[in-house]
């Protein structure tokens, strides 16, 4: 609750202050990054998170693996995204301007936030929640802190000002991370080749996720006004951020299932049902909060984000299908099934960037709604459908071992 209330409240700090034109700027730009964020560290939050949970001597070698993927791919990615982004995204007239104000957001957006989320994954290995909760909190409170002394006291008004109090306050977080994971020893630097190649595999969700959630965006770019844009993406972002509800159940149930041996042969009906029920009831919830209180949005967010109160109200339904989607991708993911639930994921979400494409081109603001509740509805069939088919084929009787008398 913590991590929404802060993020609605920079959300209305950056909308507000930054105006539609520069707010709708900051919404390709993070869209753009968080396609190369999904790819940063190939999969080490992941690995750290499955490993130590299973065997906590494992730690030092998990940790040297994930800094060395988060440290060069990191690289990498800012490299190839920087260029990208300085020609979308202009924010003065000046290139070299351009180019630092870019470098700082992917710099920021990309190698910063991936060693946030990988403290955080450590932490949730080990089961000690209330630090992997003081990082997730810490974070959204200095952003947020961040974003009041911004706008309110120095009342910047432009991409080019946030990026350094963004990049600030990253480093911040990152400092309080280093000083958590401190006591825990230092790392062996080490490449888990087993975990690269899962890993590879559990980093393609994500970038056809990141792709997908952004393809209604970067085409509505080009069909309605950058102030149409702007309203839609301040809707959708507190849809995505709501999603926090429901991840504050998967974080804890996710290690458990993890440390579970006998997953799929027999547990998967009682724990998916039950683990469905409750985000069902959790992500309804949220959806009716998010209905209720999105007629006050224009009193925080300002008169010209008037079109958002509808945007939300349409929009907010979403976080129950996506909410029953994790169950079976969770599920998966502990039993280490993490090619075929690729395979399946990947599959329909790039069936559902075509359709969604043609379907904004051709009808703008109700193709967007229209192609994201099919994606998601199909998402979740598709995964509950392959997880009782991994099941079935993984039960499969056990041969009772004689033993000879000698």
Not at 88 to 93: F, H, K, M, N, R
Not at 134 to 148: D, K, Q, W, Y
Not at 171 to 176: I, K, Q, V
Not at 185 to 190: E, T, Y
Request: charge should be positive; proline fraction near 5%; include cysteine.
């Amino acid at each position: 609750m913590i991590s929404i209330l802060c993020q609605f409240g920079l959300l209305a700090l950056m909308a507000r202050g930054l105006g539609n034109e520069e707010f709708g700027k900051l919404a390709v730009t993070t869209a753009i990054l968080a396609v190369a964020a999904s790819l940063c560290g190939l999969g080490a939050g992941d690995a750290v998170t499955r490993r130590i949970a299973r065997n906590p001597e494992e730690y030092p070698r998990m940790l040297g693996h994930g800094l060395i993927l988060i440290a060069a791919s990191g690289l990498v990615l800012t490299l190839l995204t920087v260029p990208i982004l300085a020609a979308i995204v202009t924010v003065s007239p000046s290139l070299l301007i351009t180019v630092g104000v870019m470098t700082a957001f992917a710099v920021s957006g990309i190698m910063l936030v991936a060693f946030i989320r990988f403290a955080e994954r450590v932490f949730i290995g080990r089961q000690e929640f209330s630090k992997a909760n003081l990082i997730s909190a810490s974070f959204s409170i200095v952003r947020l802190v961040t974003g009041l002394v911004a706008f309110l006291i120095f009342t910047i008004e432009d991409l080019s000002s946030w990026c350094l109090w963004s990049l600030i306050a990253h480093m911040l977080t990152c400092a309080l991370c280093a000083r958590l994971l401190q006591p825990l020893g230092r790392p062996a630097l080490h490449l888990d080749i087993r975990e690269l190649r899962l890993g590879f595999h559990f980093c393609t969700p994500f970038i056809v996720d990141a792709l997908r959630q952004n393809a209604d965006r970067a085409v509505l770019s080009f069909v309605v006004p950058i102030g149409t844009l702007g309203t839609y993406a301040a809707a959708i972002k507190i849809v995505e951020g709501s999603q926090f509800v429901v991840s504050s159940l998967n974080r804890v149930a996710y290690p458990l299932f993890v440390k579970n041996p006998d997953l799929g042969f027999g547990s998967v009906p009682k724990a998916g049902l039950v683990y469905a029920a409750a985000v069902s009831v959790m992500s309804s919830a949220t959806a009716f909060g998010l209905f209720i209180c999105a007629p006050y949005l224009p009193l925080l967010l300002g008169p010209d984000y008037e079109p958002t109160v509808q945007n939300l109200q349409l929009l907010c339904w979403l976080l129950v299908p996506l909410a029953l989607l994790t169950v079976p991708y969770d599920l998966l993911g502990a039993m280490e099934h993490h090619p075929v639930r690729a395979r399946i994921y990947n599959s329909v979400s790039l069936l559902g960037i075509g359709g969604m494409v043609l379907a904004v081109y051709e009808f703008q603001m109700l193709g967007v709604f229209v192609s994201l509740y099919a994606i998601q509805v199909a998402l979740a069939l598709a995964l509950w459908i392959v997880l009782f088919r991994v099941k079935a084929v993984n039960e499969k009787p056990r041969v009772p071992v004689t033993r000879s008398s000698g």
